[in-house]
């Protein structure tokens, strides 16, 4: 906040405002609103230059007949600066009013600050959603460094156990059909980027103040239909490329199906998470990091081996699955 602004009193003639402006505005470098205030400094609405110079039909006109109340922007002294940002990059203001809680007129805060903010918090999205859990930079202590990289890192090795572990689930599986392993980098690699996607535009959302209560459920709902489509299209696309160079439609079902299970569960998966970790207070942005990546890494290679345990033992028998489906159900 700057300190340094025009006022005038609401109970000021024009030609009175004006001398009093010529003080105020050499400590100055750019004048983009004056402010009205009372006798008491109660900040009451504000005034351009344009309305002081052309609104006025005599230098005896009092400020109180040309100033505008209306749209009145402005920020208390002990709000978050991301706040202050919000609000001027909603409105398009280039200067907003800063008060206090009475609403006395305290300061200013101009538009070249509030980028320095924008700046400063697009890049701490950046490196949170990139798994770095502290702000740091290249010239940093090693130490510092390593303090903010390491944690994600272990999150991500222990979700890589995770991904082995149910790989060796299904170990049988691949030993009898060893051509599903070809297929897993894919699945994983579809959901992981898939859930990133998704999770990207919902902190995007909540950054702008963009995604609120009523319309969380209509996100769900369209996050669903981009997601089938997707699905639908890239599984096409898969089971095509298995039919003219595979050998196996057991293959080839297996992978198409779950493609398109992995990309919905994903979809919602990313959705979801930075809508959950805004309710609990915790930083949105770090859902579009190693932990989406991780649990639909996890998750999509579970489905993955599921469908291709059903599908590999329908084309052998299908009553027996038929069967199986029966008991499910």
């Known amino acids: 906040m700057a300190k340094e602004l025009v006022a005038v009193n609401i109970n000021w003639t024009v ?61 208390e002294s002990d709000e978050d600066v991301e706040e202050v940002a919000d609000v001027m990059q909603k409105y398009d203001l280039v200067v907003i009013p800063v008060i ?114 009523s319309s969380t459920g209509q996100k769900l709902l369209k996050e669903l239909g981009v997601a089938t489509l997707n699905g639908v299209i890239l599984a096409l696309v898969i089971l095509a490329f298995n039919l003219r160079f595979g050998d196996s439609l057991a293959l080839s079902y297996t992978v198409s199906i779950a493609l398109f299970c992995v990309i919905i569960f994903a979809s919602l998966f990313g959705t979801l998470t930075p809508l959950v970790l805004d309710k609990l207070n915790i930083d949105p942005a770090l859902a579009t990091g190693p932990f989406i990546t991780t649990a639909n890494d996890i998750v999509g290679l579970f489905i993955y081996f599921i469908i291709g345990r059903m599908m590999y033992l329908y084309f052998q028998d299908p009553e027996a699955c038929n069967t199986i489906l029966e008991l499910v159900t």
């Open 15 to 75: 030609g009175q405002a004006i001398r009093e402006m010529r003080k105020q505005a050499d400590d100055l470098e750019n004048v983009y609103t004056i402010y009205v205030i009372n006798d008491d400094g109660i900040l009451k609405g504000r005034l351009s230059l344009k309305q002081l110079l052309f609104s006025a039909t005599s230098t005896r006109t009092t400020i109180k007949e040309i100033y505008t109340d209306e749209d009145l922007r402005s920020v």
């Open 100 to 213: 206090t809680a009475s609403n006395l007129l305290v300061g200013r805060i101009t538009i070249d600050d509030v980028v320095d903010v924008i700046k400063d918090e697009a890049g701490r999205d950046y490196q949170m959603a990139s798994g770095i859990s502290e702000r740091v930079d290249s010239e940093d202590r090693i130490q510092q460094i390593l303090r903010a990289r390491f944690p994600w890192l272990l999150i991500g090795l222990i979700g890589g156990i995770f991904g082995a572990l149910v790989i060796n689930i299904f170990e049988y599986d691949i030993k009898i059909y060893p051509e599903m392993a070809f297929f897993i980098p894919l699945i994983a690699a579809m959901g992981g980027n898939v859930g990133v996607q998704s999770s990207a535009i919902i902190v995007q959302g909540l950054a702008n103040k963009t995604i609120g209560l």
